[in-house]
């Protein structure tokens, strides 16, 4: 939301049952696009004293598969033998099982050779669908996750500094927490804290409070970002904690400012 947090909506029940064994834990998207819900199926859903209750099951599970009367599965692929360009292809894929199934797999095979074409991917300043770019955001993991943005590969990191900027501010969020904890970073995030997404400059406060410490940096949170979390509870944790890194000796005038109790 605009204060930097989350709401969460009420939208009743997705699946109701009568059967008093009925028990959902999880729900993924599954291959096909479609929605998997993993049923525990027991009576008892207690832990501790009641794991050798004689009514508990412990051999029986269900696993239901969810879809929409108008819903229509997605292709499968099979990524066992694809090849570097083929995975980094995946990115485009609009079902997120494909993409994060694409991304593991050149993270875990290290395929180095990947690394050229998910640089040029990365530079896209396009926005896809949802505000957001989800190939970017893929790229820009897998190149944290093969150590190419931590100084040794310049060009790699050029582009993650410059996602910073993009249009999409899941893109920027994302680009904040990939980037290694240099006085550099520090300077360029310091010069995000105007940015107008509260979740974005939240995540931005975040990784600033484990960033190398800056005296400027400090100047700017005590200046001008104080007043403007103020009457945004859910940034102000993440303020304190990034004030607390760069404020110096400015932190004792913060805690003397503070409500007396």
């Known amino acids: 939301d605009n204060e ?11 699946v109701a049952s009568f059967d008093e064994y009925t028990a959902p834990i999880k729900g993924i998207t599954g291959p096909d696009g479609h929605l998997y819900m993993l049923d525990w199926h027991n009576l008892i859903m207690l832990h501790g004293g009641q794991i050798q209750n004689p009514l508990r099951d412990k051999s029986h599970g269900r696993i239901y598969r969810i879809t929409h009367k108008d819903g229509k599965a997605n292709k499968s692929l099979d990524l066992s033998k694809a090849d570097s360009a083929t995975l980094v292809d995946t990115f485009n894929n609009k079902n997120l099982f494909w993409r994060m199934m694409a991304q593991q797999k050149i993270v875990q095979q290290k395929r180095i050779d990947a690394i050229p074409l998910l640089i040029e991917v990365a530079k896209s300043k396009e926005i896809v669908d949802l505000d957001s770019n989800p190939a ?15 100084g040794s590969n310049t060009e790699a990191l050029k582009v993650a500094q410059e996602a910073l900027k993009h249009r999409s501010a899941a893109v920027r969020k994302n680009a904040v927490r990939v980037l290694p904890h240099t006085a550099e970073n520090t300077k360029l995030l310091t010069a995000m804290l105007n940015d107008t997404d509260a979740n974005t400059l939240r995540h931005v406060l975040l990784t600033l409070s484990i960033m190398p410490p800056s005296a400027e940096t ?33 932190v004792d005038q913060f805690i003397a400012d503070l409500p007396k109790r």
């Open 136 to 150: 970017v955001i893929h790229t820009l993991w897998s190149l944290h996750g093969l150590g190419q943005l931590d």
């Open 218 to 250: 400090g100047q700017v949170l005590y200046k001008t970002i104080k007043a403007k979390v103020e009457d945004k509870k859910p940034l102000q944790p993440a303020f304190n904690l990034a004030f607390v890194r760069h404020g110096g000796s400015l």
């Open 4 to 14: 930097g947090s989350y709401r969460a909506r009420n939208g009743e029940s997705l």
